[in-house]
């Protein structure tokens, strides 16, 4: 049922069991991905679990060693960003328009940044990947097959590290950095008038989201109340063994 | 089909469905002001691919549910949809996205109670686009594909991969095919007889008469 229009390898109906590297469902018929040397780490995880910092760090430790390495980030597109901050300002989103902008957005950074990226043998560090648009989705209550399906263009991270933190801990950590804000704190959801209730709830569902994804998508995860460079000494222990053993990028040796 | 007239008819329906006493309500596609200003960046800098053109027109869409579609049908009105998914199943499959993909993407939409096709031979919307307009748009052309530099040219061939998806979807979801090459009259004819049959709605030769 799925053939493609030109699809030079039309391998379509990809099986479950996932490879890196390659599209979670179908493909994107024009946009063949196989053989690219790049390489996507995720850095997953809630608000105020240092995921900034963490990549921050990384980057500069892998450039040292002669990787090259671009950043992408949630919402961050060219074409998106404008109207993803206006529909929020405005307030007239709903859960699908919500989802639907994102993946927008998610689209647009794929194929302008990733896929060329990867093609030219760059690491990724993605602040966020899909599973945070999966777990807004989820707590909103969208259907858990329909956005596994929307997002099947998405391409497998080689790694995907999620950053977990308990309820507690990161409501302190957002109200020390800049407070709540309406969306973060699932307002949308009309959960309550209490912001403060309304960010707890819809934070502890957001968690139980990634929580179950974790398995499902083979997430490491990584406490992310430690101390910033405890946390980043165990993301280079094993993004360095990952990489020593698909050496096909960089010039490698630390 | 773009050139095949559909506006033109939708507005005749409208007229005689309100003069019938029916409430109507017209949504056109890709209309939200939510994605206006995105795909005005788009467009403006040709920096569309076919899976953002596809996923803005999704969400424009998902908007125009939400606000314009599943309201009115609450309220009992009869909904006159200028475009729907079928639009994006056929433009997005000429762009090369994946079929299947972008039919699951539209899951959420309600199915409508009729759907129209109007059906006209590539050279005959060129010829009524380009009589009408200086100029055929960018992605209305396809240019945005590559396959030709020539504007009409891009437009034929991009619309011909247009017209066969349709081909497939009149099957697929059993479309009703109206000829849109037969005068304005009978084409409205026909597109009432076809409304009539899904609704009870009182005939009115004279109305149609009248516009004629």
Redo the contacts between chains.
């Keep these: ?6 699809s030079p390898d039309d391998n ?1 109906g990809t099986p479950a069991t996932v490879t890196p590297g390659s599209y979670y ?6 946009l063949p991905i196989d053989g690219y040397p790049g390489k996507i780490i995720a850095i997953e995880g809630t608000d105020g679990v240092g995921r900034s910092t963490q990549i921050t760090l990384l980057r500069e430790w892998l450039e040292v060693q002669g990787y090259g390495v671009i950043e992408t980030g949630w919402t961050r597109s ?3 960003q ?2 993803i901050e ?2 929020k300002s405005s307030n ?3 859960k ?2 919500f989802v ?2 994102y ?2 957005d998610f ?2 950074r ?3 940044e990733i896929v060329p990226a990867l093609k030219a043998g760059f690491i990724v560090l993605s602040d966020r990947y899909i599973f945070t648009a999966m777990a807004r989705a989820g707590v909103r209550g969208v ?1 858990r097959t ?1 956005i596994r ?2 997002y ?2 998405a391409i497998v991270p080689h790694l995907v590290f999620y950053l977990k933190i308990d309820e507690k801990t990161l409501i302190r950590r957002v109200l020390q950095a800049r407070g709540m804000e309406f969306w973060e704190s699932g307002m949308d959801m009309k959960l309550g008038d209490d912001i403060y209730e309304s960010f707890r709830a819809y934070q502890r569902a957001l968690l139980r989201e990634y929580g179950s994804m974790s398995d499902e998508f083979g997430f490491r995860v990584l406490d992310a109340r430690r101390k910033v460079d405890i946390i980043q000494d165990e993301l280079r222990r094993q993004i360095g063994a990952f990489l020593a053993e698909t050496d096909t990028v960089g010039v490698g040796g630390a | 089909m773009d050139g095949s007239g559909k506006t033109t008819q939708l507005a005749l329906l409208a007229k005689w469905l309100s003069a019938a006493g029916q409430p109507v309500f017209v949504t056109e596609w890709n209309s939200s002001a ?2 206006k ?2 795909t005005k ?2 467009k403006k800098k040709n ?6 053109f596809s ?2 027109h ?2 424009d869409f ?2 125009r ?3 314009n579609i599943i309201p009115p049908l609450k309220a009992g009105m009869i909904v006159l949809a200028d475009r729907y998914a079928y639009t994006a199943f056929a433009r997005d ?9 972008v039919r ?2 539209y ?2 939409a309600v199915k409508p109670d009729l759907a129209v096709y109007f059906k006209v031979p590539i050279e005959v919307s060129a010829d009524r686009l380009l009589a009408r307009r200086v100029k055929l748009k960018f992605y209305e052309a396809g240019m945005d594909m590559g396959w030709s530099s020539s504007l009409v040219e891009s437009f034929k061939m991009f619309q011909g ?1 247009v017209l066969s998806e349709y081909d497939r979807l009149v099957d697929e979801f059993g479309l009703s095919v109206v000829n849109a090459v037969g005068s304005i009259t009978e084409q409205q004819r026909t597109f009432r007889k076809l409304v009539s049959q899904h609704m009870s709605i009182q005939e009115s030769d004279e109305q149609l008469d009248e516009i004629a």
């Design positions: 049922m799925s053939s493609s229009m030109k379509v469902g179908n493909p994107i018929p024009y060219e074409l998106m404008p109207t206006l529909a007239t989103l709903n699908l328009t639907l902008l993946a927008t689209a647009d794929l194929e302008k259907d329909w399906n929307l099947g263009f | 939510l994605v200003a995105a960046t788009g920096s569309l691919t076919p899976m953002t996923l803005l999704a969400t998902a908007d549910l939400l606000y499959a000429a762009r090369g996205v994946d079929r299947k993909w699951e993407l899951s959420f991969k």
